[in-house]
């Protein structure tokens, strides 16, 4: 990962990287988890 890229992405980054294809998360559990991302910093702005 690129030096402070959030935990939260490293996480999923490496998580889809799992040499087992049954470890890794489905394409709605990224895309929910990086929505959840998103609401949180949106909300930390306020």
Request: glycine residues 4%; hydrophobic residues 35%; proline residues 11%.
């Amino acid at each position: 990962p690129i030096p402070g890229t959030p935990k939260a992405y490293e996480d999923i980054y490496k998580e889809c990287w799992n040499l087992d294809p049954d470890k890794r998360p489905t394409v709605d559990q990224v895309l929910d988890r990086l929505e959840g991302i998103e609401l949180e910093l949106a909300e930390a702005k306020w």
